[in-house]
């Protein structure tokens, strides 16, 4: 398994602002993902993060509203762009083990914006 | 792209009982995982089981690639089961993507 972090935990943002989150593994891996979880839903991702090049991002999904970096086998960021309070979410990070298809998330980041 | 269905999407369940949880897929996967989503939100990993049966205490799942359906049974449950379950799947050649179900939210009251 992985021991992934993110921070920050939770925050308030008001609408029009920018919040980046960071997610940590404590391993190398080839696969980094993020997903959002509104209120209620299930997980949807966003994109995936790739190491030295731009995200592969979903339809529905894009760069300009969530800047995503990955500089390297253990870190990336995700930008929530220009918010407004239907981003209001939980936005995890998750990996993928080398050798493996499992999938591992960190423990989250619940977002709120008013 | 590929459809996930989870059933019953809501269960209430006495302390002590046992239930079955199902997840029904529309086509062919490389990857099925089971997750339980805590009340903090943490997902966390209960079984990689693309095919087969496997066993984890009082929690066992069964997935039947060829009839694209995978089952998960708990057993005895406790209060510490409740949350929210979720079936996630990789489709064949998705590049890794993960396509979760709506996810089976679980209550075992005392």
């Known amino acids: 398994s992985a021991v992934i972090s993110q921070k920050p935990s939770r925050d308030i943002c008001q609408r029009g602002t920018s919040l980046t989150i960071q997610c940590q593994v404590d391993?190398?891996?080839?696969?980094m993902f993020w997903y959002r979880q509104q209120p209620g839903q299930s997980l949807t991702l966003i994109a995936t993060?790739?190491?030295?090049?731009?995200?592969?991002?979903e339809s529905g999904f894009v760069i300009d509203k969530f800047p995503i970096s990955r500089p390297n086998l253990t870190f990336s960021t995700l930008t929530v762009s220009n918010m407004s309070p239907e981003d209001s979410s939980i936005y995890l990070c998750?990996?993928?083990?080398?050798?493996?298809?499992?999938?591992?998330f960190g423990p989250g980041t619940r977002l709120t914006v008013t | 792209g590929i459809q996930v269905e989870q059933s019953p999407p809501d269960l209430i369940l006495q302390e002590g009982a046992n239930s079955t949880l199902r997840c029904n897929f529309s086509?062919?996967?490389?990857?099925l995982q089971w997750f339980h989503q805590n009340p903090w939100g943490q997902l966390i990993n209960l079984f990689y089981?693309?095919?087969g049966t496997k066993q984890n205490g009082r929690l066992s799942a069964t997935t039947v690639a060829t009839e694209r359906y995978s089952l998960l049974y708990i057993s005895s449950s406790q209060t510490t089961d409740s949350g929210v379950y979720f079936c996630?799947?990789?489709?064949?050649?998705?590049?890794?993507?993960?396509?979760f179900g709506g996810g089976t939210r679980l209550m075992v009251k005392p």
């Open positions: 998750s990996v993928e083990l080398a050798f493996s298809y499992e999938q591992y």
């Open positions: 086509d062919s996967v490389n990857n």
């Open positions: 089981i693309p095919s």
């Open positions: 993060a790739n190491q030295g090049s731009e995200a592969t991002y």
């Open positions: 391993s190398q891996v080839t696969m």
């Open positions: 996630a799947v990789e489709q064949n050649n998705a590049g890794n993507m993960l396509t």
